[in-house]
C-alpha cells in the first residue's frame, strides 16, 4: 500500500479492517451494493456520505442521509476531517489513521475482497447484529458522545477487569451499574465505568428492565462532571492507601472524635466494617473523589492509619 490516508474500521461490520483513500478519487458510502464502500444495514442510506481528497485535504460530506453522519460526535453536513478524527455512520466507527507503506497497492476488488474477509470473522464471533470495539480504538467519552448525538437506543456493555453496563434512550444516558452491583447507585457506577481505558464494548439492543433510580442529567453534564471527577481525582491519588490496603483507626487514638463532622464519623465507622479503602468507596453515600478527600484528610489529621 502506498503512503497516504485510510480509514480504519473501529467498529461495526469491518471492525479491525482498512479502506484505502487513494490520490484524487471520491469515495461514495452507503447500502448501495455498486458503491465504493458497500455498509449493508438499515441505518445506512443507499448513498449515505462522500469522502473527497483534493488539494491535500480530506472532506466528508453527508449525501442528505436519514440518520445522519458524525464527525467526533457532532452531525455534519460537510467537514474537513484530519488524522485521528472518527467517523458514525450507521453502527460503523471509522478513524483516519496513515496508511502503512512499503506494500503492494490493491486493487478496489482487492480491498472489498479483504473487508469482507474481516466482516466474514467477525460474523462468526457475533450471535448477533451489534456495535462492537475496543476502548483503546475509541475513549468511551469519545463514544457516549457519538451515541448522545446520534440518539442511540441500548445497552452499552463494557467488559475490562470488570463488567459495566450504561442504559441510554435516545442517546440519553438514564442508568449504570458494574458487575450487576445496583447497592452502588448509578451515578457512582457511571463515574467509574467512564474512567476505563482499556477493555471491549458492545452496544446491545434495549432492555425494558425498569430501576428505582434514574439518572436525570444530561449526558453532557454527566460526562463533563465525570471528567472533572476523574482530574481532580488523579490529584488526590497519590496521597491515598492502594484499594486493597487495610485502613484502620489510630490506636492509641490521640485526636478528638467530636471534631469531626457526621460524614468523617461515617467514614471512620466504614472504615471500622469493611477494613480497605475500596470496601469504603463501595459502601460511602458519597462519590469516590469525595470520599477520597475526606480520608486523605482523616490520615493527615491522625483518625486513620494504613495498615
Not at 458510502?29 to 438499515?42: A, N
Amino acid at each position: 500500500m502506498s503512503d497516504g490516508f485510510a480509514l480504519k474500521f473501529i467498529s461495526g461490520k469491518y471492525q479491525g479492517g482498512e479502506f484505502p483513500l487513494k490520490g484524487e478519487k471520491q469515495v461514495i458510502i452507503g447500502r448501495s451494493s455498486e458503491l465504493d464502500m458497500v455498509l449493508v444495514e438499515d441505518m445506512v442510506s443507499r448513498k449515505h456520505a462522500k469522502i473527497t481528497m483534493a488539494g491535500g485535504k480530506i472532506t466528508i460530506e453527508d449525501l442528505g442521509s436519514t440518520n445522519g453522519t458524525f464527525v467526533n460526535g457532532e452531525k455534519v453536513k460537510t467537514s474537513r476531517i484530519k488524522e485521528g478524527d472518527r467517523i458514525l455512520i450507521g453502527t460503523s466507527i471509522l478513524k483516519l489513521v496513515k496508511a502503512g507503506a512499503g506494500g503492494p497497492e490493491l486493487s478496489d476488488a482487492q480491498v472489498k475482497q479483504q473487508l469482507e474477509q474481516v466482516a466474514a470473522v467477525q460474523s462468526a464471533r457475533q450471535t448477533r447484529t451489534a456495535m462492537t470495539g475496543k476502548l483503546e480504538e475509541v475513549p468511551l467519552p469519545d463514544l457516549l458522545q457519538l451515541f448522545h448525538t446520534s440518539k442511540k437506543n441500548g445497552v452499552l456493555m463494557v467488559r475490562g477487569e470488570h463488567e459495566g453496563r450504561i442504559y441510554m434512550r435516545q442517546g440519553k444516558i438514564y442508568y449504570a451499574v458494574i458487575d450487576d452491583n445496583h447497592e452502588l447507585g448509578p451515578q457512582k457506577s457511571f463515574n467509574r465505568i467512564v474512567t476505563w481505558e482499556q477493555g471491549e464494548f458492545e452496544l446491545q439492543p434495549p432492555d425494558n428492565q425498569e430501576f428505582m433510580t434514574e439518572l436525570d442529567e444530561s449526558t453532557e453534564h454527566l460526562l463533563m462532571d465525570a471528567l472533572r471527577q476523574l482530574d481532580e481525582f488523579r490529584r488526590i491519588q497519590p496521597s491515598l492507601p492502594q484499594p486493597d490496603q487495610t485502613l484502620t483507626i489510630s490506636v492509641p487514638l490521640e485526636v478528638p472524635l467530636r471534631d469531626l463532622s457526621a460524614d468523617e464519623l461515617d467514614l471512620v465507622q466504614l472504615s471500622l466494617n469493611w477494613g480497605t479503602l475500596q470496601g469504603i468507596f463501595d459502601h460511602a453515600p458519597q462519590d469516590d473523589l469525595t470520599a477520597g478527600t475526606m480520608i486523605v484528610s482523616l490520615i493527615e489529621r491522625g483518625y486513620l492509619r494504613v495498615g
